[in-house]
């Protein structure tokens, strides 16, 4: 099977900088995404590790490292529209892909 | 035009009727999805469809029916549910159903069973 883990709630004061962890088990590995849902809103891509190592994308960037089964995605400079939940999702074990969801982390950024 | 429409926005239904749910894409992607997702939970796919072929059933129950009448159209058809089936629908796409990473989600149907 496969799971996802992530800490179900971080607050953060804005402008800090707020990191959200995944720790996955999963018998087929094809890559870590991430997802930004607001409260009534649609999940929207962030982004996506295939390879260990950091991506950046503006204020977000994600980490992977595969031997660790580990990933993190990094908020920069907050800002209270950042406070949403986020997912961290794997493609499934045939490579197909279909995403298998972490528990997600709701983000509440303060003033 | 990276847009996933569904409609309706709000569904409330009893359990003995019946209705469906839609979802549109018109960016040429080849795979689309249905998802069910319950407050504060993450979102759980329920059906895959691969150039207009469903791929995937995630052993759903009968009661929700999917059905893709061309590449840019998904519809969900319920019938029977069951009060625990209150949840949001999630329609998503993609390129294609397989290597491609991103899916584009729709703004789901929050569906109430009565």
């Known amino acids: 099977g496969q799971s996802l883990e992530q800490p179900s709630e971080v607050t953060a004061v804005e402008g800090a900088i707020v990191q959200i962890n995944c720790t996955y088990q999963t018998s087929g590995f094809y890559g870590l995404s991430w997802y930004q849902q607001h409260d009534g809103g649609a999940p929207t891509f962030l982004s996506y590790?295939?390879?260990?190592g950091l991506e950046e994308t503006g204020r977000f960037s994600s980490f992977l490292s595969r031997s660790d089964s580990y990933g993190y995605l990094l908020l920069q400079e907050l800002q209270m529209k950042d406070s949403a939940s986020y997912f961290c999702a794997v493609r499934d074990q045939t490579g197909a892909n279909n995403l298998f969801f972490g528990t997600g982390t709701r983000l509440t950024v303060i003033p | 035009d990276t847009e996933v429409t569904q409609t309706p926005k709000h569904l409330v239904m009893g359990m003995t009727n019946k209705k469906s749910l839609k979802c549109e894409q018109h960016m040429g992607h080849r795979a689309m999805y249905w998802y069910k997702q319950k407050a504060k939970k993450p979102p759980e796919l329920m059906f895959v469809?691969?150039?207009?072929?469903?791929?995937i059933n995630e052993s759903v129950p009968s009661r929700f029916s999917p059905e893709c009448p061309n590449s840019s159209l998904l519809n969900l058809h319920l019938h029977a549910l069951q009060p625990e089936d209150s949840a949001l629908y999630l329609c998503?796409?993609?390129?294609?159903?397989?290597?491609?990473?991103?899916?584009?989600f729709g703004p789901g149907t929050r569906l109430t069973v009565t």
């Open positions: 469809y691969s150039y207009e072929k469903l791929s």
């Open positions: 998503a796409s993609s390129l294609t159903g397989d290597g491609t990473y991103e899916q584009y």
């Open positions: 590790n295939a390879l260990d």
